[in-house]
Nanobody, 119 residues
Framework: QLVESGGATVQAGGPLRLSCAKS????????MGWFRQAPGKEREGVAG?????????YYADSVKGRFTISRDNAKNTVYLQMDSLKPEDTAMYYC??????????????WGQGTQVTVS
């Protein structure tokens, strides 16, 4: 089970960090991604990270240079550091396992999400 947290209401230009923790079993998280869904829009991938090596990352063009995805394998947790937030970043944010790695294809169940509102 994936549990997202850290969502809040922030002012435009501000930072926010989201967390996604895996619970319920001892299996390590693999390739992971962050997605978001704004009201009336489809869910979209914003950031992904590989499982192995140094954890290569990739981003949607809309967040490149502002968002940073990272992972702590010891804690089985993935983070999304969001800087220079814009009102258009307002959405419910979700994390998910990705298969294959390097894609935007979620694998398994979604968590409950965490709301980010940029005013």
């Amino acid at each position: 089970q994936l549990v997202e947290s850290g969502g809040a209401t922030v002012q435009a230009g501000g930072p926010l960090r989201l967390s996604c923790a895996k619970s319920g079993d001892t299996y390590r998280i693999g390739c992971m991604g962050w997605f978001r869904q704004a009201p009336g829009k489809e869910r979209e991938g914003v950031a992904g990270i590989y499982a192995g090596g140094e954890g290569a990352t990739y981003y949607a063009d809309s967040v490149k240079g502002r968002f940073t995805i990272s992972r702590d394998n010891a804690k089985n947790t993935v983070y999304l550091q969001m800087d220079s937030l814009k009102p258009e970043d307002t959405a419910m944010y979700y994390c998910a396992a990705l298969r294959p790695c390097g894609s935007w294809f979620p694998f398994g169940s979604w968590g409950q999400g965490t709301q980010v509102t940029v005013s």
